[in-house]
């Protein structure tokens, strides 16, 4: 009787047929998974906030942790279920479970869907994660070569921070330039001083100050702060 009960077609379809999916979502071959994984954030809207947050994340991210082809197919489902999450519930659910996607270099879609949201997480996440993870795979991002990439940091930000970053990477890449000969001395037009460490230390940690300084410019005008953010921008010169 059981068995018949299991084999009514309420099991079979609509939403307990996804959440039977999900649970054996793991031991499917990456294939299956990705076709199931392409159609799910269509189907999120049938389940309310607290089945979306504890029965379809945890298996799409234990799927993409072991499958890393599959990121760029749950971070959308992820970005969906985030938008309705509260800071706290995405920080205890969904934060320290992003890190092996942010880093990830290939596929490069991956980086470019987290790029696109980059104001979700922004918000989302606490500031010394988003610090220390965010912004090390942002400036992978720029020095990658790769234009997709690249055009997507610069999309999303406003004017002020554009107009920063482009002056702060042309005075680092002209300083780089006078530094690139010897790796234990480090050059700033006329000072010269010896380098306890490869001079390139220096520039990555620069990077990622300018990062962090346009990530704040862009923050600022997201939060109809845009007159503050080109002060800040303009005070130096």
Not at 11 to 26: E, M, Y
Not at 34 to 48: G, V, W
Not at 146 to 151: F, H
Not at 204 to 221: D, F, G, H, S
Request: hydrophobic fraction near 50%.
């Amino acid at each position: 009787e059981v068995s018949l009960f299991l084999q009514n077609t309420y099991f079979h379809s609509g939403p307990v047929s996804t959440l039977r999916a999900l649970d054996s979502l793991i031991g499917k071959d990456p294939g299956a998974q990705m076709t199931f994984l392409s159609t799910l954030a269509e189907k999120l809207d049938i389940f309310n906030s607290k089945t979306q947050r504890d029965a379809i994340i945890p298996p799409i991210l234990a799927s993409a942790k072991k499958h890393p082809s599959l990121w760029a197919y749950v971070i959308p489902i992820i970005v969906k279920v985030a938008a309705e999450m509260s800071k706290e519930e995405f920080i205890r659910s969904i934060q320290e479970e992003l890190k092996p996607a942010i880093e990830l270099k290939r596929p490069i879609q991956t980086t470019f869907l987290l790029i696109e949201n980059i104001m979700l997480f922004s918000d989302k996440m606490e500031f010394d994660f988003f610090q220390k993870n965010f912004l090390p795979m942002l400036m992978r991002a720029i020095d990658s070569g790769v234009p997709q990439l690249q055009d997507a940091v610069i999309k999303k930000l406003c004017l002020p921070a554009q107009i920063y970053l482009a002056i702060s990477l042309i005075s680092l890449t002209m300083i780089y330039l006078q530094n690139c000969n010897d790796s234990h001395m480090y050059r700033v037009g006329t000072m010269v001083v010896q380098s306890p460490c490869h001079n390139l230390a220096f520039f990555a940690m620069k990077l990622l100050y300018v990062l962090l300084w346009t990530w704040i410019l862009n923050k600022l005008c997201a939060n109809n702060l845009t007159g503050v953010s080109w002060l800040l921008v303009l005070l130096p010169y």
